[in-house]
């Protein structure tokens, strides 16, 4: 037991490490630096981690990318919804589709929708926009484009028969 969280806990710092790095590759889309990379590390941490690790290492992500100067409080609400959405949804179901779906509905709703009130209460940016065209578009651009990226990846491994031995490696 010990050695699968020890396993868990190392593969989660490397993932916040891989989503860390991949924000250098970020672009602007109306208020926000959209990062697929932070997305592509939610779902693979759903995938072989399960929803608490997932959570933490987009916790841990956040935290560094702000404390490095290479994101903004947007990445709080722009990846942990999404990394425990599709963390809860794969857990339940098992289902690839549907865990790509968490992380973009988790995201883009969830975590646009929470943005805007961190927004006027943390930053002191004005009202004057709805969350909806100021955060969840954003949101679902960055997170659509990380589930693309993740789905081809899981997809891949699963075909060469790759997932299954890494998922039995994590204990899930």
Same mark, same amino acid.
Do not use: D, W
């Given at each position: 037991?010990?050695?699968?969280?020890?396993?868990?806990?190392?593969?989660? &710092?490397?993932?916040? =490490?891989?989503?860390? =790095?991949?924000? *250098?590759? #970020?672009?602007?889309?109306?208020?926000?630096?959209?990062?697929?990379?932070?997305?592509?590390?939610?779902? %693979?941490?759903?995938? @072989? +981690?399960?929803?608490?690790?997932?959570?933490?290492?987009?916790?841990?992500? =956040?935290? /560094?990318?702000?404390? *490095?100067? %290479?994101?903004? @409080?947007?990445? $709080?609400?722009?990846?942990? $919804?999404?990394?425990?959405?599709?963390?809860?949804?794969?857990?339940?179901?098992?289902?690839?589709? &549907?865990?790509?779906?968490?992380?973009?509905?988790?995201? #883009?709703? %969830?975590?646009?929708?929470?943005? !805007?009130?961190?927004?006027?209460? +943390?930053?002191?940016? #004005?009202?004057?926009?709805?969350?909806?065209?100021?955060?969840?578009?954003?949101? +679902?651009?960055?997170?659509?484009?990380?589930?693309?990226?993740?789905?081809? @990846? /899981? !997809?891949?491994?699963?075909?060469?028969?790759?997932?299954?031995?890494?998922?039995? =490696?994590?204990?899930?």
């Amino acid at each position: 037991m010990k050695q699968t969280n020890t396993k868990k806990l190392a593969v989660a &710092a490397v993932f916040c =490490a891989v989503a860390v =790095a991949g924000s *250098l590759f #970020s672009f602007p889309v109306f208020g926000s630096k959209c990062s697929p990379a932070q997305h592509m590390v939610n779902i %693979l941490c759903a995938v @072989l +981690l399960g929803p608490g690790y997932g959570l933490g290492a987009a916790f841990a992500a =956040a935290l /560094i990318r702000n404390l *490095l100067g %290479l994101g903004s @409080l947007m990445a $709080f609400p722009g990846s942990m $919804f999404g990394a425990l959405i599709c963390g809860l949804v794969y857990q339940k179901t098992q289902n690839i589709p &549907a865990t790509l779906i968490g992380e973009v509905f988790g995201t #883009s709703v %969830l975590g646009g929708l929470t943005a !805007y009130p961190v927004a006027i209460f +943390l930053m002191g940016k #004005s009202a004057a926009g709805l969350a909806f065209y100021a955060y969840v578009i954003p949101f +679902l651009i960055s997170t659509a484009g990380g589930a693309v990226i993740s789905g081809v @990846l /899981i !997809y891949s491994l699963k075909k060469a028969n790759i997932l299954a031995g890494m998922q039995e =490696a994590m204990g899930q």
